[in-house]
């Protein structure tokens, strides 16, 4: 729990996680633009082909890559179910009611299934290659917002401290014979209360504390604020971006003159 | 010039009984000044006074000749850091050296400014190998050492440390000492010291002892641990090595008022040879 910071974050040293993380954040949004422009199986397959290639220069394991698919399985095979028998099409293989099963219908669960393993596997490798920080320093510098990057460099800091004390506030109450595990939802609910309330107490405690350390180390919003680690572009952001453009620019050339299957 | 110079300040919290009432105290540049006091005399709140977190009811504080006003606030606030209690509550970024860069990005220093900065900071504390570490994993010394750069940063000429070595192990205490005692000497930094361990107290040029919002005795360390019967009425007691020096001299042995186990083990061995 104490890699908080870090999240997902899987460091090593790429191609990939040297990128700037706008463009990363870029990235991302293009990519989604395409799987969804994206028609015919050309089309999906040139953003599938991209998406490996953004996979083998991560350096993240296929293991890792494919764990953020086992997270949402169950959700894609329910709507690939869900939309084979409620498509309706012209091919029809199968009827019963007001379900059928048709050419279209197949072709189209296909589609939904690669797009959401797709999108799935693109946002994780965001987050498998860039730290929260850095991600939210990327939107701060998007946005110009700065208390947004202080927050969550925040709350990064202390979500490990509390959990350290959440911790040991519910050990001291076991071991005045409080009872967490067993008993009914209200039960165990109830026993809760005597954790949240000392953990609240603390947190605001703690808040005072800071807001004091912040305002001792000058702290005076974020007019004149400078930052020490800048964001700047570099060739591979270039890359990066010629790579989504072209991908776009080929998906939708491809619905255009190809067409949906 | 003093350091810090303050003129009958008063200062009440509000609805609270507590109260500093005609405080004057000065500090000279360069000096090294420790605060006693029991819980509750009011340290922590002068150290707030003194860099402008808590604003006085009435009398004036400068600094280096400043005042310590709304005009000047910011002005004095960076001549004067304040490394806290808490190791935990102190910093606002996950790693080491972001840490030590967040007071100088408030002033709006220049990049390349900001930089030197945080390596001339994390030279001072000795942790430049961990300026990219991880600040949770750190240990409790680590991580006031961090706290001690991330004033350093800002370049102060005073450092209050408030009660900054209480919560850390014996040799947690003895790195931030160390590093204290080497800045005092070094930069030149004027150091004020609240402590609970009056062998911190020792390394000190002069020391106040604090009693309900004033300032009961002025003296050099050893003067104040001299005086053993006037310290309990102010809810301090001399630490145990301390009382026996004191009852040996009473005794009739030689050996000097000391605090250090090697150096009362010396005195009484001379002593005892003669
Ligand atoms: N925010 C506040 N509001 C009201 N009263 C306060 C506040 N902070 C402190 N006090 C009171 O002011 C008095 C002095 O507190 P202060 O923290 O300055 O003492 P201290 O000498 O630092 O004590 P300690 O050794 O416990 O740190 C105490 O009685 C305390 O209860
Ligand atoms: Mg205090």
């Not at chain 1, 570099?234 to 491809?254: H, I, K």
């Not at chain 2, 310590?68 to 910093?91: A, I, S």
């Not at chain 2, 107290?201 to 005086?227: K, Q, S």
């Amino acid at each position: 729990m104490k890699d908080v910071a870090f999240g997902q974050y899987y460091p090593v040293n790429s191609f990939v996680h040297r990128c700037d993380p706008r463009l990363k954040l870029f990235f991302l949004v293009a990519f989604i633009a395409a799987i969804f422009v994206a028609n015919n199986f050309w089309a999906l397959g040139a953003c599938a082909a991209v998406l490996i290639a953004v996979v083998a220069l991560s350096r993240v394991p296929l293991g890792k890559v494919l764990r953020a698919i086992r997270g949402v399985l169950i959700l894609v095979i329910f709507s690939a179910v869900i939309s084979v028998f409620f498509y309706s099409g012209e091919t029809v293989y199968w009827k019963y009611g007001i379900l059928c099963v048709t050419r279209e219908g197949i072709f189209f669960s296909v589609f939904l299934i690669i797009r959401l393993f797709l999108l799935v596997i693109c946002s994780s490798m965001l987050t498998y290659t860039t730290t929260p920080v850095a991600l939210t320093d990327g939107i701060e510098s998007i946005f110009h917002v700065h208390v947004l990057a202080l927050i969550m460099s925040i709350a990064l800091r202390f979500i490990p401290i509390l959990m350290d004390e959440t911790e040991r506030i519910k050990n001291a109450q076991k071991a005045r014979g409080a009872d967490f595990e067993s008993g009914n939802i209200f039960k165990r609910i109830k026993a809760i209360v005597p954790i949240l309330i000392p953990l609240i107490l603390s947190a605001f405690r703690r808040a005072d504390e800071l807001g004091d350390a912040m305002d001792a180390r000058c702290y005076m919003g974020g007019k004149k604020r400078t930052k020490y680690k800048k964001l700047t572009f570099s060739w591979r952001d270039l890359v990066a971006f010629l790579t989504a453009a072209a991908l776009v620019t080929g998906v939708a050339l491809l619905r255009v003159y190809v067409g949906g299957m | 010039m003093h350091a810090i110079e303050t003129k009958d300040v008063s200062f009440s919290y509000e609805g609270g009984g507590f109260r500093i009432a005609h405080l004057d105290l000065t500090v000279e540049e360069g000096e090294f000044l420790a605060v006693l006091g029991h819980n509750g005399s009011g340290k922590s709140t002068l150290a707030r006074l003194l860099n402008g977190i808590l604003v006085p009811d009435s009398g004036t504080i400068r600094v280096f000749g400043t005042p310590l006003d709304d005009q000047h606030l910011y002005e004095v606030r960076k001549q004067v850091g304040v490394v806290f209690q808490n190791p935990d509550n102190q910093t606002v970024a996950s790693i080491v050296e972001d840490d030590v860069a967040f007071g100088a990005e408030n002033v709006g220093l220049p990049r390349e400014e900001i930089a030197k900065r945080v390596e001339f900071a994390l030279g001072a504390v000795g942790m430049l190998g961990l300026r990219n570490a991880v600040v949770s994993r750190l240990s409790g010394g680590q991580k006031q050492r961090v706290a001690i750069a991330g004033v350093l940063a800002l370049k102060p000429r005073v450092m209050i440390l408030d009660e900054s070595t209480a919560m850390l192990d014996p040799r947690g205490r003895r790195e931030i000492v160390e590093v204290v005692k080497k800045l005092n000497r070094e930069e030149k930094i004027t150091v004020i010291l609240i402590t609970h361990f009056m062998e911190e107290a020792l390394l000190a040029d002069r020391a106040v002892v604090m009693n309900r919002g004033e300032i009961a005795l002025t003296d050099t360390p050893a003067g104040i641990f001299a005086r053993h019967e006037e310290l309990l009425t102010y809810n301090l007691a001399l630490p145990r090595i301390g009382v026996i020096a004191k009852k040996l001299t009473e005794g009739g042995l030689r050996v000097r008022d000391t605090l250090d186990p090697e150096q009362l083990a010396e005195d009484i061995a001379r002593s005892v040879r003669r």
